[in-house]
């Protein structure tokens, strides 16, 4: 295998030896209630690593503490990526990161050359582990009204962790559905979401700014913010449009905002949700597959195609429509390699979710259109929300055959250790790009 495929194949195994450990955890008999069959274990881990959310068992009634713990565990070591906490090792032993670690941790959370990798590390781990002990804080005394303080301290780690790292898995009782009528416990989440899914380029330079006052915010941080805001705002309105007569109707107008806008949020890439998804109407579903696929900002704890991608491919447009012959955005030229891997992320990302559908689809019982009611919606729904690492359900999950269970833990898969990564592994392609090209020759477009 080629050198420059090392640290794909680091980062897959990676992932999947994780998924592998935690379903071997989830399946021994202290760890869960009543017996959990083998693919439920399997899709638990794979949910959790991949930090998506979705589930085909309840979290609350299925699982003890200790197998609780393990989801914890899981989901934090999916949501910062196995690797940074495998490099922390190295720097706390006084030993060189391997090259393969350094690439990956680079390109995950960085994504450009300079800077030390020891300070890069230990940023990201305290910065993680300020907003979730703050966020914990916060939500003990919230759930100490509810539980007893052991179960409230608890349920307030979980929902830290899970939150920071854009999970969506909730240990609760019933779920988030009976505090709906809250304004705290929202806000609480969605800000713990935003601080995980802002990315964490976001943070380091917005630091750096601060000590460094003369210093210009670079293109990343402008678009990535400007895409990042556009959507909160946009999505909430959007929600208050469609769900003003529905599913929000019963709110009183304040939370009724506070709730649009964490619907907002949280389909990007969280997957918490305190109103029954089911409810809402189906423009409002369609909105969420445009929110889902998105997704959070590069270098974050979230999933999705990211909001620089989408911005360069509008800022393309844009461009092209003013009369641009190169993507230009803030009086800055986007280099045209970046615009090409855009498109190969997004055209892969769509044959992912075409091709998971196709086979859930695909699987008996074969029902004809007219008596399949919303079928293809809710599966539609449910792979854009295991590609997205997204967990939000129109509730059939738990339902699925175990072939389509099978499925979607590939999906979720994917979605984390990323569709080009994937892609490149697969297929033994190169990472370096070519430096030949052939004749050119027109074809007809449009």
Same mark, same amino acid.
Not at 70 to 76: D, F
Not at 421 to 446: C, D, I, N, W
């Given at each position: ?221 402008? @678009? &990535? +913010?400007?895409?990042?805001? =556009? #959507? %909160?705002?946009?999505? !909430?309105?959007? *929600? /208050? ?101 855009? @498109? &190969? +992320?997004?055209?892969?990302? =769509? #044959? %992912?979710?075409?091709? !998971?559908?196709? *086979? /859930? ?86």
């Amino acid at each position: 295998m080629s050198s420059p495929l090392k640290p794909t194949l680091y980062l897959v195994s990676s992932f999947a030896g994780a998924i592998i450990l935690g379903t071997i955890l989830l399946s021994l008999p202290w760890m869960h209630q009543d017996g959990l069959a083998f693919i439920d274990a399997l899709f638990t881990a794979t949910s959790a690593v991949c930090v998506t959310g979705l589930t085909v068992v309840d979290t609350a009634s299925a699982f003890t503490l200790p197998g609780k713990v393990v989801i914890l565990i899981l989901i934090q070591l999916g949501g910062l990526g196995v690797m940074t906490f495998y490099s922390m090792f190295f720097l706390l032993r006084g030993r060189r990161i391997p090259i393969e670690e350094r690439l990956i941790l680079r390109e995950s959370f960085w994504g450009r050359r300079g800077g030390r990798l020891s300070s890069l590390i230990l940023t990201i781990l305290f910065y993680t582990m300020v907003v979730e002990f703050l966020v914990t804080l916060l939500l003990f005394p919230f759930l100490a009204r509810y539980y007893s303080w052991p179960s409230a301290l608890f349920h307030a780690l979980f929902h830290a962790v899970s939150a920071f790292c854009n999970a969506g898995f909730s240990d609760l009782p019933g779920g988030l559905e009976p505090f709906a009528r809250s304004y705290f416990f929202p806000l609480i989440l969605m800000l713990a979401i935003l601080a995980g899914n802002t990315g964490f380029p976001i943070v380091f330079e917005g630091v750096h700014r601060f000590r460094q006052k003369n210093r210009s915010w670079s293109l990343h941080f402008k @678009l &990535t +913010l400007l895409i990042h805001l =556009l #959507l %909160v705002l946009i999505g !909430a309105l959007v *929600f /208050l449009w469609l769900e003003n007569e529905g599913a929000l109707r019963e709110f009183p107008a304040p939370l009724r905002i506070l709730q649009a806008v964490f619907l907002s949020v949280t389909p990007r890439t969280a997957g918490f949700s305190f109103l029954d998804i089911r409810y809402l109407s189906v423009p409002s579903l369609y909105f969420l597959l445009f929110l889902m696929l998105v997704g959070a900002c590069p270098g974050s704890t979230g999933g999705g195609i990211k909001t620089t991608t989408f911005g360069v491919l509008a800022a393309t447009v844009w461009s092209r429509l003013r009369g641009f012959s190169r993507t230009s955005v803030f009086g800055r030229t986007i280099p045209d390699s970046q615009v090409t891997k855009a @498109l &190969t +992320l997004v055209g892969l990302y =769509l #044959l %992912v979710i075409f091709t !998971a559908q196709f *086979f /859930l689809i695909s699987l008996p019982p074969h029902r004809p259109f007219l008596n399949s009611g919303s079928e293809f919606l809710a599966h539609l729904f449910e792979v854009f929300s295991a590609l997205g690492t997204v967990g939000l359900s129109t509730g059939i999950t738990p339902h699925l055959s175990t072939p389509a269970k099978g499925v979607l833990i590939l999906t979720m898969f994917t979605g984390r250790v990323g569709v080009l990564s994937l892609a490149m592994l697969l297929s033994g392609l190169p990472a370096r790009s070519k430096t030949f090209y052939y004749a050119q020759e027109e074809v007809l477009l449009g």
